[in-house]
Structure formats: C-alpha cells, structure tokens
C-alpha cells in the first residue's frame, strides 16, 4: 500500500458489477427517503415558506398592490412546489453524502484527501450562491422592476410565475458560485494551468457577462450582478489552483513508498 495513486492503493477490495448497482440503488433510495422526510417535516409550513421567499417582492409592492394566484390549484401546488424544491435544498448535503460513500471506496488516499474538501467547500459555495441572490440580488431588481413600471399599471405578479423566476435566479447564483470549484478540478486534472487560465481572463470576463445576459432578466442590474461574483470567484478559482498545482509537483517529486 502505498500513496502514489499506483495499482493496490485503494483502501477497499474490488466488489462484483452486481454488488456495485446493489449499493447504487441503496445510495439512491437513502437520497430519496431524506428528501421525503425533510419534505414531511416541512410541508405543513408551507404558506409559511412561500411567504418568506416571497418577501423581498411583497414589501416592495405599491399600496393595495399584492400577489395573486391566476390558477385555480395555484393556491395549493405553487407551496407544494416550492416545499418540495427546500426539501431537495436541505437534503443536498446528505444526497452528496451517500454519492461520495459511492465513489470514495475506489479512489485513492491522496484522492480522497483532496475530494472531500472540495466537496464541503462545493456545497457551503452552492448555499452561499442561493442566499446572495435571495439577499442581494431579490432586492435589488424587483426594487427595478416595480419602480419601472408604467403609469396606471398596477403590479400583481402571479404566485406561480414568481416561483419559477425566483428557482431559475436560485439555481443560476448556486452553480455559478461552484466556479472556484471547476477551476481547481481542471487545474489538478491537468487539463490546464493557472497561467493558462490568466491569459485566458479577457475570454472569461466576457464568457461571465454573457452568462449572466442569458440565466438573469433582461437588465443590466441583475446580469452585472451574476457576472461580477463569478469573475471574482473564477480568480479565487486561479488562486487557489496554485496551491494544488504546487502540491501535485511536490507529491510527484516524492519517491514512491
């Protein structure tokens, strides 16, 4: 045994394909069950959730301006939806738990050194991705939006068609914090370097504001808003990247065991 990522360095002793599609499956009915139950445990506070994600719209609203629901199930669905997409959010570290059990009995020591902070760091990045929309971002573009507004209009926005907008904002600000995330794995991949990635920046920056053009709403508010976080966490992402380049050619210099 040895830690150089040769044959035998692995800490487990290979299973048969069946036992590994046994284990896949128990892997992801763990998931499933955590998700049902934070959802059990969340669904009577329904409204309660709703009424939390719609806030920053609400208390920006006129006066005698308020939300509606233009369905006839959208009174009981949209809290459904909306409950079941936290249950998912609250569940991911768990859910990311049980693919790393998956995954971690066939990767080396050294590898598994390396993953396991990358994967708490992915996840605390992902949460912290959702909460800088809901408390940066949500206040100020729908101060934009409802101070836009034409004269004699009157903003009621739809229940439903809040939620998809506020899930599409969510999910655009999670994965763009794991950027960092996606430098470092191409970095020690070896598939680029960090000087590589510099001489790249011009590309990148446009490439940010592009991406926010296409996953936020058409004003320039709410794209800078995308695009400025993720050139700033792309050089975090090259910072960082150094680091484990250095490693990587200190662990190659080391002789084997």
């Known amino acids: 045994m040895n830690d150089t990522g040769t044959p035998g360095d692995t800490e487990d ?37 709703y009424a939390y994600v719609s806030e920053p719209l609400r208390e920006l609203l006129p006066p005698g301006a308020s939300m509606i629901a233009t369905e006839v199930a959208s ?3 949209t809290p459904f939806k909306l409950t079941l997409f936290a249950a998912i959010f609250a569940a991911i570290p768990y859910i990311l738990f049980q693919a790393w059990a998956f995954i971690a009995p066939g990767m080396y020591r050294h590898e598994k050194r390396f993953a396991l902070p990358l994967l708490v760091s992915s996840i605390a990045l992902f949460y912290a991705g959702a909460a800088f929309a809901y408390f940066v971002v949500f206040p100020l573009i729908f101060a934009f939006f409802t101070s836009v507004g034409p004269e004699g209009i009157t903003i009621m926005t739809d229940i439903n068609s809040y939620l998809n907008f506020v899930l599409k904002l969510f999910f655009a600000f999670g994965v763009a914090f794991e950027i960092p995330i996606a430098a470092i794995l191409l970095i020690w991949a070896g598939i680029t370097t960090p000087e590589e990635l510099g001489r790249k920046r011009p590309y990148i920056i446009v490439g940010c504001f592009v991406l926010g053009m296409l996953l936020t709403p058409p004003d320039v508010i709410s794209q800078s808003l995308l695009a400025l976080p993720m050139w700033a966490l792309f050089e975090a992402g090259v910072f960082f990247g150094r680091f484990v380049q250095r490693r990587d050619a200190g662990d190659e210099e080391e002789p084997a065991a």
């Open 75 to 77: 009174p009981f669905l």
């Open 13 to 49: 002793p290979p299973l048969p394909l069946v036992a590994h599609l046994t284990e896949l499956r128990d892997r992801l009915l763990r998931a499933l069950l955590s998700v049902l139950v934070v959802f059990i445990c969340l669904f009577p506070f329904a409204n309660e959730i």
